[in-house]
């Protein structure tokens, strides 16, 4: 597949106890919040993200073909938002957790390499992040804050 060649997706997971948000019952929906940008050089960069899920139904047993982690890039164009369709979209397969203590929560590290800009596009961009579960419900919507890279 030509998407894991080219991006190389390689998503780490740290569990912590950092997260504000509150479990509610019955809550369903997963939740994710921006952490960082680490950008290690020109080939290389990590998105950190912040989750939790109540009912602990994140990650995949199986990633054949599966993709639970959806990235869109935009650039900023004259102060906007522009989304660029890219021929090969930011899709990512979140692997089951170990710990099913409940709520999960945790990091997650997306390496987004070789690429993670356009060569040709814009000095400042910006990811939209959403997460969905094995039950189909999609997370809340996140985006990073502009990004600048000369």
């Not at 190389?8 to 919040?33: A, D």
């Not at 990633?63 to 369709?85: A, H, M, Q, T």
């Not at 400042?124 to 000369?150: Q, W």
Request: hydrophobic share 35%; charged share 25%; aromatic share 12%.
């Amino acid at each position: 597949m030509k998407l894991l060649s080219l991006i190389s997706p390689f998503i780490l997971f740290f569990i912590s106890g950092c997260l504000k948000h509150k479990c509610s019952e019955p809550e369903k929906i997963p939740w994710i919040q921006y952490n960082d940008f680490k950008i290690e050089s020109d080939t290389l960069a990590y998105l950190i993200i912040n989750f939790q899920d109540c009912d602990g139904d994140i990650g995949e047993p199986s990633c054949n073909n599966k993709y639970n982690l959806k990235l869109d890039y935009l650039e900023v164009i004259n102060g906007k938002d522009s989304l660029i369709p890219l021929a090969y979209p930011f899709y990512y397969c979140i692997r089951e957790l170990e710990n099913k203590s409940l709520p999960l929560k945790g990091e997650i590290w997306v390496k987004l390499s070789p690429l993670f800009r356009r060569p040709t596009g814009s000095d400042t961009f910006k990811y939209r992040a959403v997460l969905i579960d094995r039950a189909g419900h999609p997370s809340n919507t996140i985006t990073t804050p502009p990004i600048i890279y000369r």
